[in-house]
């Protein structure tokens, strides 16, 4: 991946994501990828003038994870699919689906998850 990876942390991610706008980049997604049963990273993707910029946020699967929604409204889309595939919680969305995004009938687990969640909790369940 090119562009710029910056590192943030819980408690900055929001800040960061408003500098990038001050600086006139457009939200383009997010991606989220599991690093081991318990942490995951998630990786916010922004551009101007084809120039790519990335936030690298590291984080425990069942942290809350402040939502950059009320930022660039587009982003509620992409963090309620993540909450519902990953089953990470996002706080703060503009909207939430409350991880009902997809249908139950469709999707009864978390897809990208190699570790199976509890769907009446936000944790980590067994592995597969």
């Not at 991946?1 to 929001?14: L, P, Q």
């Not at 963090?79 to 997809?102: M, S």
């Amino acid at each position: 991946m090119k562009g710029e990876m910056i590192s943030v942390s819980i408690d900055t991610v929001v800040g960061e994501t408003a500098k990038i706008k001050v600086e006139g980049y457009r939200f383009v997604t997010m991606s989220c990828a599991e690093l081991d049963q318990t942490m995951i990273d998630i990786l916010y993707h922004f551009d101007k003038d084809l120039e790519l910029k990335h936030l690298r946020l590291t984080v425990l699967r069942d942290t809350p994870v402040p939502s950059v929604s009320p930022v660039y409204f587009a982003a509620f889309l992409v963090e309620n699919e993540i909450q519902d595939l990953f089953a990470v919680r996002f706080k703060g969305l503009a909207i939430d689906y409350e991880r009902t995004l997809y249908l139950d009938e469709e999707v009864k687990v978390t897809p990208f998850c190699k570790y199976t969640v509890e769907k009446t909790g936000w944790g980590v369940g067994s592995k597969q």
